[in-house]
Nanobody
Framework: QVDLLESGGGLVQAGGSLRLSCAASGRTFSSYVMGWFRQAPGKEREFVAAINWSGGVTFYADSVKGRFTISRANAKNTVYLQMNSLKPEDTAVYYC?????????????WGQGTQVTVSS
């Protein structure tokens, strides 16, 4: 059984920062892509960021580019999302996702989600 345990969400003022973590367990993930999606109230889930297994290649949604940084620690099966310069429109439930590729990762493993609320 694969488990993805997210942490680090919370309430922050606009312009502030948060760091999300996702610890994966249940199998070896060193060859998998790890990333984050989010879902705001009344909106569809959207891609936020992803990182390949070596950590050398990263992908970002245009809306977060330059503000968010994704990284991973394979020894810990953990992926991080450093979120800076947060905006109210970043408010959403953030989901950790692990899959075999960036295009197909939505069909992989999902965490339960962690709430991020940015107040104006």
């Amino acid at each position: 059984q694969v488990d993805l345990l997210e942490s680090g969400g919370g309430l922050v003022q606009a312009g502030g920062s948060l760091r999300l973590s996702c610890a994966a367990s249940g199998r070896t993930f060193s060859s998998y892509v790890m990333g984050w999606f989010r879902q705001a109230p009344g909106k569809e889930r959207e891609f936020v960021a992803a990182i390949n297994w070596s950590g050398g290649v990263t992908f970002y949604a245009d809306s977060v580019k330059g503000r968010f940084t994704i990284s991973r620690a394979n020894a810990k099966n953990t992926v991080y999302l450093q979120m800076n310069s947060l905006k109210p429109e970043d408010t959403a439930v953030y989901y950790c996702v692990v899959g075999q590729g960036v295009v197909t990762m939505k069909t992989g493993y999902w965490g339960q989600g962690t709430q991020v609320t940015v107040s104006s």
